[in-house]
């Protein structure tokens, strides 16, 4: 079974941007779609976007099209989350998430998750 390890966390001020990265380890990458959820304070983990393997198909979330940008390098076994104009509101753990389908990742059907990065929005 695939290995996550996000990196890129921080923070930042209002209308800045930031790109976390997801390297995976272990499996076989191409197996799975990735994505990336997110947690913040006394909220439920919510899913923002999902990519699959071949990268001809990507979702989102309806509350971050436009400001979130979600990519994969497959011979680096990595994916990454462009955020641009953060907001405050956006302060949360972020984390990776591997999944059979893009399908099932949005259905929150998850066989991986990493440890989380912290995103810290200030005002």
């Known amino acids: 079974q695939v290995q996550l390890v996000e990196s890129g966390g921080g923070l930042v001020q209002t209308g800045g941007s930031l790109r976390l990265s997801c390297v995976a380890s272990?499996?076989?990458?191409?197996?799975?779609?990735m994505g990336w959820f997110r947690q913040a304070p006394g909220k439920e983990r919510e899913f923002l976007a999902t990519?699959?393997?071949?990268?001809?198909?990507?979702y989102y979330v309806d509350s971050v099209k436009g400001r979130f940008t979600i990519s994969r390098d497959n011979a680096k076994k990595t994916v990454y989350l462009q955020i641009n104009s953060l907001k405050p509101e956006d302060t949360a753990v972020y984390y990776c998430?591997?999944?059979?389908?893009?399908?099932?990742?949005?259905?929150?059907?998850?066989?991986?998750w990493g440890q989380g990065t912290q995103v810290t929005v200030s005002s």
């Open positions: 990519i699959t393997w071949s990268r001809d198909t990507s």
């Open positions: 272990g499996g076989t990458f191409s197996r799975y779609a």
């Open positions: 998430a591997a999944s059979r389908s893009w399908i099932a990742m949005r259905d929150n059907s998850i066989d991986t």
